[in-house]
């Protein structure tokens, strides 16, 4: 897999989650212009790094290598969005 792709997969994790840059980046313990590189796939990372962004972004590595994920991260975006509806559905109920 080539970084830019990577990069995008990564992105699109983080946008599922509606994660800044700048969260992550925070989290990881670096700048955002680091951050930045990596998700632009100009920045290699080791093993270890992919491992932490995975664990922030709540998703398995083998995802983020995949060479197609925008449609795994879309339906997460989608189940996401629909489980909070849901649930303010049940606040409404509720009160």
Do not use: C, W
């Amino acid at each position: 897999m080539d970084l830019k792709q990577l990069g995008k997969n990564i992105a699109i994790a983080r946008h599922a989650l509606r994660l800044t840059q700048e969260d992550v980046a925070f989290e990881l313990d670096i700048t955002n212009t680091s951050y930045s590189r990596i998700e632009q796939g100009k920045s290699d990372i080791s093993f270890n790094r992919l491992l932490q962004i995975a664990q922030i972004l709540k998703v398995p590595v083998s995802s983020l290598v995949q060479d197609d994920t925008s449609a795994d991260f879309r339906q997460l975006s989608s189940d996401i969005a629909q489980i909070k509806a849901d649930i303010a559905e049940i606040k409404n109920v509720v009160v």
